[in-house]
């Protein structure tokens, strides 16, 4: 049984040896989040079509796939994935409406793309742990390093499908991790200013961004996700932000903006929206999301330097 279940990676590697490049189909692949897609398409290139399930800004936890989501991942040969229980609110139904073999859990083309990424803990004082924190934070794609263990993980199960295209795959993988190196030293330079500077999140979102680049994040305004806080809990928010001085809050492009503004108004604190994927506020790439977000720090952050 167990050779039996190899047999589609076999035949696609002798495929792979023993058929010219124009011989070989192109593959369709679907990627749960934009991230993943952009990560995925500069490897893959001209050898494979490449969308995403989701579009930047939406939630990635609370997404709902639309019938467009449904009818393109029934087409796909390969499903990319964060895993790491970012996808189980809405996985299972998606595979029961797309109706694909190929990609269903289990399946050969069914490929999570974090292994060997280590994720932080989630800081919470609740006893039941939330679904999407059973296995750490998910959002492990918001540290440039992380993004670089991804793009070997997809070039490495690539490879191995398709040893026809590994040169082009193992080459743009080269290009990614140099233009990653290279604009690291721009970004940690610039994000040096800020080292171990105090700052408020209203979610868990941004701690692999926090901590690649030094930001010390205090405290949660929701400490569990997408449970909305307390009055009481406002109430210790305020209460430290105007003890302690803490100058800027943190924000997703989807979160409510309810309780931030009630925030802002009893303390005065810089409210910062950031987006988490490729495809919001024109982010096109990647490598653009972490200048975005750094720019976007660096500027608000200088701001408030002006007016203290």
Not at 107 to 121: Q, Y
Not at 164 to 191: H, P, Q, T
Request: proline fraction near 5%; include cysteine; charge should be positive.
């Amino acid at each position: 049984m167990r050779n039996l279940l190899n047999i589609p990676v076999v035949c696609s590697i002798f495929l792979g040896l023993c058929l010219p490049a124009y011989a070989v189909k192109k593959p369709q692949i679907t990627a749960s989040t934009t991230d993943i897609a952009s990560i995925a398409s500069d490897l893959l290139g001209k050898h494979a079509a490449v969308n995403s399930v989701m579009n930047g800004g939406e939630n990635p936890v609370f997404f709902i796939p639309e019938k467009r989501n449904i009818i393109s991942a029934g087409q796909s040969d390969f499903f990319l994935k964060n895993g790491m229980g970012l996808e189980t609110r809405w996985e299972k139904k998606f595979y029961k409406d797309v109706k694909n073999p190929k990609i269903s859990i289990g399946a050969t083309g069914n490929i999570p793309v974090t292994a060997n990424i280590k994720t932080l803990p989630i800081k919470t004082t609740k006893k039941i742990v939330l679904d999407i924190y059973k296995e750490g934070n998910p959002f492990v794609w918001l540290d440039p390093v992380n993004g670089k263990k991804i793009a070997r993980n997809i070039t490495d199960y690539f490879c191995s499908i398709y040893p026809i295209w590994e040169k082009d795959i193992r080459s743009n993988l080269s290009k990614f991790n140099r233009n990653i190196d290279k604009k690291m030293v721009g970004w940690i330079k610039k994000m040096s200013v800020y080292k171990s500077k105090k700052v408020i999140s209203y979610q868990h979102n941004f701690d692999y961004f926090a901590k690649r680049f030094n930001i010390n994040i205090v405290d949660y305004v929701e400490s569990e996700y997408e449970l909305p806080p307390s009055e009481k809990r406002i109430r210790q928010i305020i209460a430290k932000i105007k003890k302690h001085h803490i100058p800027l809050l943190l924000i997703t492009d989807y979160n409510s903006r309810r309780i931030p503004r009630q925030i802002v108004e009893q303390t005065g604190i810089k409210l910062l929206v950031l987006p988490t994927s490729v495809g919001s506020n024109w982010v096109k790439s990647y490598v653009q999301l972490f200048d975005y977000l750094i720019n976007s720090f660096d500027q608000t952050m200088k701001k408030i330097n002006k007016t203290d």
